[in-house]
């Protein structure tokens, strides 16, 4: 019973979450918003029930410290800067303790209490006042000296801005030294009431002094939303219904293989019929007909496993201002694209690398504030998030104004860990892919933050386990954006099926470029490196996929055969097969999951006779033709 | 993984001899097909068959043994096995009769990927070891 | 001035020790007298050393000589006029603490208070280290 409390519980707390985090980046934007602050108060209000009926004490107890804050915000219908920053890292930290399963609060404790101390250190609500001060001529004679009430406002609260009344003092002629003129006017921002502040100047006050306090607006905020705006801006309610993850991928899975039945259905009926000599144009129109509705099926139940970004968008959102906030770095974070949908299954799997990206770039990429004012940058560093969709594929990218990658220190650690010659040129590209390299690292000292076992190399392999790829783009001195390339779904791909021998293969779709045959082009071979073949404009290097995959083809050499051009980032490899079969969609099924690791393999996909064919991995192919060859597929331009 | 109790197993011929497997682990025993040859695995990885919506490796004991390679045949069995949580077949020759197992018939051996011999109706027959190490072509120790 | 010196002038040797305790804790040091004669006298004293209070702090009913005569003249006296002087007062004599503002007392504390509130009072008219 009490397990299953549990699950209900970490469901309702996961989407209440979810919830708490967008809007809480909603409510930096607009902190007066109150529809919002409500519904923040709901949110947390229902994890800290939740985890009471679950028995999770501590879980509880940080929700209701986080409820209080709200609570406060609500009845002054204001989050201050501060209370927003407590409640970025209190949601950060539930998250955490959640998602990783500490429910006793075992590992986050000490996060915890430090947190709980800072709010209760703070805790008051921040405002901003406008103070008029103006001291009567006899304050000297009272022993009392202005700049002492200065000292002691300073010492509660920041003073914003200052200016003197300038119009109360004499020209020097008439100036009484022993008379005083002073007077400011004060923009003063403090947890302070209005009475407290005028307890600082009780006694001058009653020695005639004017102080005159008014509430200023925050002046940061553009407080003025029109009402269309407002109404967009409204969080976000859908009408929903729960689906256990397990039920939608048992439907997922028997549409895929109602997709392959019915293609094999299809070309079983179409052979009989031709055999027996009968026509087959009504059959093929309703088969065609079975195939769109199949394929609409299949696309929508494909849907409901997709997930919008936002919420992890804004997860690394927070955890990008949590860490700055550590390390005592500014960062703005603008994120775009929350609404770019792709595969859930996609995006569990690729948090975590994108988390450890962003803690790179606040930890090692992003400079330390006086650094970045010196190089004329501005104090505050920028992170762009960027999500969205291109050829079929999701785009995200990270970005940062930070000080960039430096390929000569790259090259230099790399050629001194003796990963490659001392002198071998290399690409851009080809320097950054040392980063990927485990225990590659060219941090000065690597720091807790980002150290913690999470290195580019799994990132790397996460993203290729993904059929996905990674870029970088950097600058020395500008900033570096990694972008990474996936598919919106693991579980359908536009393929190219090819035959070597007995066997076939599948090449996803946006990694061909063309296919040709070869004996229209000229084909070279290099010694020691293989065979190239001139395309237009570029010599290609060549390869057999029999070669590569060790089976045998019917040709015995590779230029016979059709090519098939591939492409991996920017390089560029023409591979021999025996004979293209057919382009189509493929339905993607996992290989690893009953072999274990398969080094080269991203999946397998059932053909209409049940046979199997495999699915290569685009970049294992480049290797291993290069392996052979000696080549570094890619040098286009010949050697 | 030895006979424990009165265990049941599965046998069946490869090259002449004759091993079985417990018969919890056997899923299914279906009509040998051709498999789809994977590169960079094990040389007693066959290959790969889609089976009931997944796909899964079929290992070859002849291989594993080093026993002498043979063609399948009309007999030629895969036995599909569950092992943890993976699913994974293993060819057969023939597939024989399943027989019941009391633990004082059982010698428990140290060959490579046998657990236990026994003898049943004047013929041994070799208990195969059937677990994750084994997979990987690694022996039991 | 001598920035952490400070007088304390009440005729109850409680209240002289009990302010002293509670501002030498902060760092000041202080010197006492029994009524506004005494202080009087004392304040030339230090200034034969060179030496002035950075506050007074005085009672208001004093034998001999009470504190806000002794705060007249202290406003007289050019060495002295622009030490800032709070007076104690009781609760029931508010005109004494009127008085004691218009002859230019710096701020005024009603007897008996927290050594907290004088404190927080003596820091508004001396500058401390901290």
Not at chain 1, 93 to 102: A, I, N, P, Q, V
Not at chain 1, 326 to 335: F, T
Request: glycine fraction near 8%.
């Amino acid at each position: 019973m009490k397990k299953d409390v549990l699950s209900i519980f970490l469901q309702e707390a996961a989407e209440n979450l979810a919830i708490l985090e967008e809007n809480l980046m909603e409510v930096e934007k607009s902190p007066t918003d109150r529809e919002r602050i409500h519904l923040l108060f709901r949110c947390i209000h229902t994890i800290k029930g939740g985890a009471g009926f679950a028995g999770l004490d501590e879980i509880k107890e940080i929700a209701h410290e986080l409820e209080n804050i709200l609570d406060k915000a609500r009845s002054e219908g204001f989050v201050a800067s501060e209370t927003f920053r407590f409640l970025v890292s209190g949601i950060t930290l539930l998250r955490k303790m959640l998602d990783e399963g500490d429910y006793e609060g075992r590992i986050y404790r000490s996060d915890w209490n430090r947190l709980r101390q800072q709010i209760r250190k703070g805790g008051r609500i921040c405002r901003v006042y406008r103070i008029r001060l103006s001291f009567p001529e006899h304050t000297f004679e009272t022993g009392t000296d202005p700049l002492f009430l200065l000292e002691e406002m300073s010492e509660k609260g920041s003073i914003l801005q200052i200016e003197p009344e300038w119009g109360r003092i004499p020209n020097l002629f008439h100036l009484d030294p022993h008379l005083c003129y002073l007077g400011w006017n004060i923009l003063f921002k403090t947890e302070m009431e209005e009475k407290e502040i005028k307890e600082v100047f009780e006694f001058i006050h009653e020695h005639g002094a004017v102080v005159e306090i008014e509430r200023a607006e925050t002046e940061e905020k553009d407080k003025t939303e029109s009402p269309a705006q407002a109404y967009a801006s409204k969080p976000a309610v859908q009408e929903t219904i729960r689906v256990e993850v397990v039920k939608l991928e048992r439907i997922l899975n028997h549409v895929s293989d109602l997709m392959m039945v019915q293609s094999l259905l299809r070309e079983r009926t179409l052979d009989l019929m031709e055999r027996a000599g009968r026509d087959v144009d009504e059959v093929e129109d309703a088969f065609r007909e079975l195939e769109t509705i199949t394929r609409m099926l299949q696309e929508e139940v494909m849907s409901t496993s997709m997930v919008p970004i936002g919420n992890l968008l804004v997860r690394l959102q927070m955890m990008a201002i949590d860490l700055a906030k550590e390390l005592g770095k500014e960062v703005r974070v603008e994120l775009s694209g929350k609404d770019t949908e792709l595969d859930r299954k996609v995006i569990e799997q690729i948090t975590d690398p994108l988390m450890h990206i962003v803690r790179n770039a606040i930890d090692h990429g992003i400079e330390p504030m006086e650094a970045r004012v010196r190089s004329g940058k501005p104090a505050t560093a920028t992170l762009r998030i960027r999500a969205y969709h291109q050829e079929g594929h999701v785009m995200i990218e990270i970005g940062d104004d930070g000080k960039g990658i430096d390929p000569q220190q790259v090259l230099a650690k790399a050629k001194a860990k003796g990963l490659v010659d001392e002198h071998r040129t290399l690409s851009l590209q080809e320097i950054y892919q040392f980063l990927f390299i485990p225990g590659f690292s060219t941090a000065e000292h690597v720091t807790d933050i980002s150290g913690r076992g999470v290195g580019l190399d799994v990132v790397m392999t996460n993203v290729r386990n993904l059929h996905g790829h990674i870029e970088v783009q950097s600058e020395v001195g500008v900033g570096t954006t990694f972008r990474i390339k996936l598919p919106l779904t693991m579980a359908i791909i536009d393929g190219m099926l090819v035959r070597v021998g007995e066997e076939f293969y599948v090449f996803p779709l946006p990694a061909i470029t063309e296919f040709i045959k070869a004996k229209h082009y000229s084909v070279h071979t290099v010694t020691g490196s293989g065979k190239v073949i001139r395309v237009r404009e570029n010599w290609i290097p060549l390869a057999a996929l029999s070669d590569i995959v060790g089976v045998p083809s019917r040709f015995s050499r590779p230029e016979d055969g059709v090519l098939v051009v591939l492409r991996d980032g920017e390089r560029k490899l023409a591979v021999a097969v025996d004979e293209i079969v057919n382009q189509k969609q493929f339905v993607v099924k996992s290989v690893q999951e009953n072999l274990g690791h398969a080094r080269g393999v991203t999946g397998a996909t059932v053909l209409g006779d049940g046979s199997v064919a495999i699915i290569p991995e685009i970049s294992y192919l480049f290797e291993v033709a290069s392996a052979r060859s000696g080549f570094q597929a890619g040098d286009s331009d010949g050697c | 993984m030895v006979a424990e109790k009165n265990g049941q197993y599965v046998t069946f011929e490869i090259h002449g001899g004759i091993y079985g497997v417990p018969i919890e682990s056997v899923q299914e025993i279906i009509r040998y097909r051709r498999v789809a040859q994977i590169y960079n695995t094990p040389s007693h990885v066959e290959g790969l068959i889609h089976y009931r919506g997944k796909i899964i490796p079929v290992f070859s004991i002849r291989k594993l043994l080093r026993l002498p390679e043979s063609a399948p045949g009309k007999s030629t069995v895969i036995i599909v096995l569950r092992v943890g949580d993976k699913t994974v077949g293993m060819i057969g020759d023939r597939v024989r009769h399943i027989i019941r197992v009391a633990p004082e018939d059982v010698e428990p051996v140290h060959r490579s990927f046998i657990s236990a011999i026994l003898k049943a109706d004047d013929q041994l027959v070799m208990l195969l070891d059937v677990s994750d190490k084994w997979l990987e072509g690694k022996d039991r120790d | 001035m001598t920035d952490n010196l400070i007088m304390v002038v009440d005729d109850s040797q409680t209240v002289r020790t009990s302010v002293e305790y509670t501002l030498s804790k902060e760092g000041f040091k202080v010197v006492g007298a029994e009524d506004g004669e005494q202080g009087l006298r004392l304040l030339e004293e230090l200034r034969q050393q060179m030496k002035r209070p950075a506050m007074i702090i005085t009672d208001v009913n004093m034998p001999r000589m009470d504190g806000i005569s002794m705060l007249r003249e202290i406003k007289k006296n050019v060495w002295t006029r622009f030490i800032p002087v709070l007076i104690l007062t009781t609760e029931s004599q508010e005109h004494k603490k009127q008085e004691g503002k218009n002859a230019g007392a710096a701020g005024w504390l009603v007897k008996p208070f927290k050594p907290e509130q004088l404190v927080y009072v003596v820091k508004k008219f001396v500058k401390t280290d901290s």
